[in-house]
């Protein structure tokens, strides 16, 4: 009930008045093996989406661009019995055409045709998605207690290249989890070039105290082949997301002005719908347009670009 947010602000800001983040629930029902969140911050618990609604008009109001629906696994996202997170995609996307939306995070388990329809429907709603894998292999994620295979994994995202063709997609990859092998190293090796992710957080495993793994499994990976794995993970990434920013180069995409790059301030700096960041000179737009830019060549992390009409 929306009395379990009377001690925390639901809404998040991002300094540059731009962007916002608001969670629409909080807690979570998963019991990853590896994670504490479940115990730290209790079970599932949806927020009002006529509240969540009246805050993002707040926003828009005020001016914000950008909005990120939060929660630890926004698709199981459920108010009253039928109430779900599609619908309250749905309802915030309409408020306004100029309004960018996007959601964090999605678990691999939960996430249905139904969420991509939507997200494939309004063109505000951003064409990037977080799907966290953990890993490519098969024993790994049951002992992960993810949930799923690595069949049905590769299945959701076949089905959201089906629906949205032009979505980026991330992942978050740990290594060196409880009894992980070298061959089920390579399964997430094999993952990674099999999705061919456009962004990647890696991560070393690290025991949690109070988790299912601390308790039950020993953390029995060498730190120096965890360190070798991770180095292997991230190499094989940083190719595939200077493979996936390459394939941009001559495509034009619409880039919400974020502020001045970093590198010069002859230069701005914003992202487009898939969270790329695209760097381009200055026109006579200013922070919080839109505009369109042409990409004319990358690096392994930005894409660099010109302003077109
Ligand atoms: S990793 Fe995510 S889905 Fe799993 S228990 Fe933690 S918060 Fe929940």
Redo the contacts with the bound molecule.
């Keep these: 009930t929306i009395e379990t947010y009377d001690d925390i602000t639901p809404i998040r800001y991002d300094g540059n008045a731009l962007s916002a983040f608001i969670s629409i629930m909080r807690g979570?029902n998963?019991?990853?093996a590896y994670?504490v969140?479940?115990y730290t911050r209790g079970r599932e618990r949806s927020r009002n989406p006529k509240t969540i609604v009246s805050e993002v008009k707040l926003l828009i109001d005020s001016g914000y661009k950008e909005v990120t629906l939060l929660g630890?696994?926004v698709n199981s996202y459920l108010w009253e019995t039928d109430f779900r997170f599609p619908q309250l995609m749905e309802q915030v996307a309409k408020l306004s055409p100029r309004l960018r939306l996007r959601f964090a995070?999605s678990?691999p388990k939960d996430l249905s045709d139904d969420l991509l329809k939507v997200m494939a429907t309004y063109p505000n709603i951003c064409k990037s998605i977080h799907l966290p894998a953990q890993s490519g292999s098969n024993a790994m994620l049951q002992k992960m207690n993810r949930k799923y295979t690595r069949e049905w994994y590769v299945e959701r995202i076949d089905a959201i290249r089906k629906y949205i063709p032009n979505a980026a997609i991330s992942t978050d990859i740990i290594t060196g989890f409880s009894g992980e092998t070298e061959a089920d190293h390579r399964d997430t090796l094999s993952l990674m070039e099999q999705v061919g992710y456009d962004y990647a957080f890696m991560f070393k495993y690290s025991e949690r105290s109070g988790t299912f793994a601390e308790k039950h499994f020993k953390d029995d990976v060498a730190d120096n082949v965890k360190t070798r794995r991770l180095e292997e993970i991230i190499a094989l990434q940083r190719a595939s997301s200077h493979q996936s920013n390459l394939a941009d180069v001559g495509k034009t995409f619409e880039v919400l002005i974020e502020g001045n790059s970093k590198r010069s301030a002859d230069f701005y700096s914003g992202r487009n719908s898939q969270n790329k960041v695209i760097v381009f000179p200055k026109t006579n737009n200013i922070i919080g347009d839109y505009v369109q830019v042409k990409v004319e060549s990358c690096t392994t992390a930005t894409l660099l670009g010109k302003a077109v009409e």
């Design positions: 979570c998963n019991y990853c994670c969140v479940p630890q696994n995070t678990h």
